[in-house]
């Protein structure tokens, strides 16, 4: 009696303070959920460093030194703590970690810049951090989601669906850009299936798909454990090996190649940590430059994001009348300092992961989920040689399958109205056509207010929306503002 009765009070706490029996949770869901989602994107912690650790800046410094580890370490520190305390303050089964395209931007388009540093780019997504975070004290962040059609917001969730998918299918090597030719993409090699990895990307989705049909709970966390074992006997067998820049060996893996450490243990380096300068950039680059730097930041970070939380929310049941989730303040007060944070730990903005669907699809509720994720990224700072076992395409069969479960909503849009259909149609294509969350998101807003404008219905649109359209004109057409701007 006295050993079990601490467990009743622990599990009531539990249930209390996460709300895991009022939202249709049990603990098991919520940790099953957690791995799930770690899983799926624990290839930050393999990607960022080759992403932001490879491109020299404006002086023509590497960032930490060119040391892989150590970014590799700090990343998964900023994305472990960043998402337990999306757990912990927001409970919303969203995690958090560096941002794909957001790094790719800070590294190719801001650290680059002639007689920018690191460190000076860095400082960047920490003022945009700061500033978005400002945007959600005052509300306005929150003002401005709760301004979209209930209908506009199904469409982005649909679009993300779709967008997970094809990035799914691209980093299995299933689909791919044709070496040449009038496609700009193709199945596989030359129009076929072919290698290895395929194959386990192959027996992923069908073992994903085969359980998901039988109703066995756990679908997707024990597909990808499968694919994984396959993925390691595999490249014990035959010596597979990754692929290569110059294209020798492209039926090879995608990301890393698949085999047992000889070292589990490593201990992290987080020397990368402070190293930003928060004003270097006004005298390196000019306030202007700087200007136009961040509000691009700004602008894809704010919208990733309610694109994001939306998604995860209706795949969960999550969403009010409203197509609102429950705690938003709190949800995107944590990610406006994930932005500042992943920027103050040299690592580039932390953004919430849509790749948190593959945890909802395992039954992930509440912000337990969340933690589990954090913990399990703050013990990768350790055992960064057991993350990196897991090849794209044994995590890939998940976003596919997360994306047809998104997919779904798409019954939520009224097809016959078509000044809300053809702005929900364009957001939905726009996002996996142009591998771009905020462009799907910027499209459907402007389509939206402009056909409303066409039917005399201007007054119908709230102001807000009006601001946010003119802010995506303004975002894309960037490239030619800062050409008759001289910067």
Known sequence: MSVTAPDRVSTSALDRYFRIYERGSTVTQEIRGGLATFFTMAYIVVLNPLIIGTVPDGTGEFLAGGDLQVIAAVTALV?????????????????????????????????????????????????????????VLTGFREAVFRAIPAQLKVAISVGIGLFITIIGLVDAGVVRKPASGPVPVELGVGGFLAGWPTLVFVVGLFTIAALLTMGVRGAILYGIVTATALAILLEAVFSIGGQTPDGANPTGWSLNAPALPESIVQVPDFSLLGQFSLLGSFS???????????????????????????????????????????NTRRIL???????????????????????????????????????????????????????SVVP???????????????????????????????????????????????????????????????????????????????????????????????V
């Open 333 to 387: 007060v944590v990610d406006s300092l994930a932005a500042a944070a992943g920027g103050a730990a040299g690592v580039s903005s932390n953004t919430s992961y849509i790749e948190s669907t593959a945890g909802v699809g395992e039954g992930a509720r509440t912000g337990l989920a969340s933690i589990v994720t954090g913990v399990l990224f703050l013990l990768a700072t350790f055992l960064s040689p057991l993350v």
């Open 79 to 135: 994305a472990g703590v960043m998402t337990i305390l999306m757990g912990a303050v927001a409970n919303y089964p969203l995690a958090l970690a560096t941002g794909l395209g957001l790094n790719a931007f800070v590294a190719y388009g801001v650290a680059s810049l002639d007689g920018m540093t690191w460190a000076d780019a860095m400082g960047l997504v920490v003022l945009e951090g700061l500033i978005i975070l400002v945007l």
């Open 284 to 326: 390196a680059i000019g306030a202007t430059a700087v200007f136009l730097l961040v509000f691009t930041l700004m602008l894809a970070d704010f919208f990733d994001t309610m694109g994001t939380m939306v998604a995860v929310g209706a795949e969960a049941g999550l969403l009010d009348e409203e197509g609102n989730p429950p």
């Open 392 to 486: 794209h395409e044994a995590a890939t069969p998940a976003l596919v399958i997360v994306g047809f479960l998104m997919m779904q909503q798409v019954t939520g849009i009224d097809w016959d109205d078509l000044e809300i259909a053809i702005p929900a149609f364009l957001t939905i294509v726009i996002m996996p056509f142009t591998y771009s969350i905020t462009a799907g998101i910027g499209v459907g807003f402007v389509a939206y207010v402009l056909l409303k404008v066409v039917k005399g219905k201007a007054g119908a649109v709230h102001p807000l929306m009006w601001l946010v359209a003119g802010l995506f004109l303004v975002y894309f057409g960037i490239d030619p503002i800062r050409g008759w701007l001289g």
